[in-house]
């Protein structure tokens, strides 16, 4: 395998590293802006030499962002050219036009580093769902969002010491609103929704809550309740009808996800078969999310071109009823759907998700966490 290589930062420099001893696959172009000299491969500012070169089969995208990766990406299929991506974002929002694009040209299109980052979810799934109906799919896919709710759990810091301390170990980036408000996350659930039903999720009927509005008290109340708070995403399929969403949930105490520490990740399906299957491990960083990009190039060299079928288009119908914890607002509606209080925080009785989403969208100052089912 001959493999021209966009992006030359953490994951890029990882894939580098970890392909130079092998004789199945060698990087042969980088493109990079910055001035770099690698000893085995040509680096370039553009991405035509890459594009043009006949020589080489396989793109990896390690750039990141929707803007040039999608037309680089987009023009590496047309070309002929197998992809293997570490961009969620990519995926989930260009679903739609690379997969079947992929299929039609007859190139390959993998992503096991886009969702779980170390952990070869992905490719565990595909495995999984060749022999079974999968029912249900999700979990704590988000270190970021992971290690500030342990770190207020266990150490009693607040949202904002927590979140700086995330962000000085490089886990947040500056601009953390991709990871806290779940956007991360629904990237990833909608991505392994379509690869466990064979669909592709409408993202309009996907909603997603984030952690930013939680604070110390919150935690508070929920350890005096026997809970942990966890950011967990939903991709159901029940009798063909499909649910998903993303939202701060409060685990039992001794559940698995109560106990995933740092920031890991803890990733679940349930297939008719097999029953419930956890991933867990290292959602991002060099070298963990390096090894599933070069995984992918192993698994196209063994001739596994993607997950599953490309499905219809499905919206997901949030009907499931769930209790939820609330702070920070209150109106009528909640009051009229109030079981007990806890605190200032009321719970409420069993109210659909889809609710809770639009209420907790026009109040943007409530922090919401389900309580697990
Ligand atoms: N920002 C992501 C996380 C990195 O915190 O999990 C990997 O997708």
Redesign the pocket.
Known sequence: MRIGLLGFGVVGRGVYDLTAAREDMTVVKVVCLEDVTLPDAEVTKNFQDILNDDTIDTVIEAMGGLHPAYEFVRAAIEAGKNIISSN?ALVATFYDELIPLAKEKGVAFRCTAAVG?GIGWLSELERARRMQTIEKVGGIM???CNYILDSMTRLGLTYADALSQAQALG?AEANPTT?VEGI?TWHKVILSSNIAFGISLDKDTVPAAGISKIKASDVANFTAHGFVCKLISTGKCVDGKVSAYVQPTLVKLGEPESAVPA?YNLITLVGSASGRMSFFGQ??GRYPTAYNVVQDCADVLAGKSFYAPYGEKVAAENTDLLCYYVSGAADAWLEENKKESWGDAIVTAPVSVEKMHAWRKAHPDAFIAALAE
């Open positions: 969620k980052g988000n270190g970021t886990y990871d991360d920031n959602g991002a």
